[in-house]
């Protein structure tokens, strides 16, 4: 904890500015930041004031070298305005709720927010033996990854993870979606599916199934009810990347695979077509039927997603 670099901000009045350019005159840095009356050192702490009278400490001991002026400023002026970058830091921090060294089998989606392009859905199986190796290729942070780096990441996890992966694409969707499969029935369907794909515990001994979360494990049991084969066991975690590698990696590939597709598809209509279900989705729907007709919106995109009324309109 003492190592952390921390960073907390004071705003002070024109008394308080006055003491402090006086006291780090003797500590002052040769060179000030763009706006700032100046910087100076107090031990491994760095102080910059702005001419808008906020100062900034940023150190290990950013704390300790704040107090003193936190507390002149309360005597000035009877309260003080500070911020510390630390706290915030804390709160966003996950925690974790299995270990992270683990072996695990993990499941996540793709596509199901998206208009165009097929649902992907990968289960991954990671041993302790890959954590380094994920996490040295940035894996933990695959939320944040983009198109380009999972274009480069993924053909290196695929080398060494196991994974199974199932495309429906948009003909199979429009097909089976009904008033009895909605979108959640659906989802639980096919992680089910990829999953089973590792129910064999001798060939791929885990210590967590993980999926990531998207409606409580009793409706997610309830929608399997016609399965033959149920995976039991699962761990239903939210924002289950974070805390599993093996749903980082199933949620890489799936992105992945998902960005393969929507190639083919730009390329088949030879327009680009985009991810998600906003505007631009709408007016990409009205220039294919006008180059295609609108049974090509079947072939190619969930038609039970409102975009196709606003576009056959
Ligand atoms: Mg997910």
Do not use: A, S
């Given at each position: 904890m003492a190592q952390k670099v921390i960073t907390k901000v004071l705003n002070v009045g024109e008394k308080t500015k006055e003491m402090m350019v006086e006291y780090f005159e003797d500590f002052k840095r040769e060179k000030t930041p763009p706006y700032a009356i100046f910087q100076a050192d107090d031990g491994d702490t760095v102080v910059t004031m702005y001419q808008s009278g906020k100062v900034v400490f940023q150190g290990r001991d950013a704390d300790l070298a704040a107090d003193f002026w936190i507390e002149t400023e309360k005597i000035n002026y009877g309260k003080a305005e500070v911020k510390s970058s630390d706290d915030k830091k804390e709160k966003k921090e996950v925690e974790r709720k299995?270990?992270?060294?683990i072996n695990s089998i993990g499941s996540d989606e793709v596509g199901?927010?998206?208009?165009?392009g097929p649902i992907v859905v990968t289960a991954a199986y990671v041993t302790k033996d890959n954590i380094d190796f994920l996490l040295e290729l940035g894996v933990k942070d695959s939320k944040k990854m983009s198109d380009s780096e999972i274009k480069k990441v993924v053909p290196e996890i695929i080398k060494k993870i196991p994974y199974h992966t199932f495309v429906l694409n948009n003909k199979q969707y429009n097909e089976l979606y009904s008033s009895d499969m909605n979108m959640n029935k659906m989802k639980a369907i096919l992680h089910n599916k990829v999953l089973s794909n590792f129910a064999d515990k001798g060939k791929y001994p885990y210590d967590y199934i993980v999926v990531d979360q998207f409606e409580n494990p009793r409706s997610y049991y309830n929608h399997l009810s016609d399965a033959k084969f149920k995976v039991y066991n699962i761990t239903f975690l939210t924002k289950a990347e974070d805390q599993c590698l093996s749903v980082a990696c199933a949620s890489l590939i799936s992105r992945y695979v998902f960005l393969i597709e929507m190639d083919k598809i730009s390329k088949d209509v030879d327009l680009e077509i985009p991810k998600g279900a906003g505007d631009i989705v709408d007016s990409v729907g009205k220039e294919i039927i006008k180059k295609f007709g609108i049974e090509k919106l079947n072939q190619i995109s969930k038609i039970n997603f409102k975009n196709t009324e606003k576009i056959i309109k």
């Open positions: 299995i270990p992270l060294r199901t927010g998206d208009y165009f």
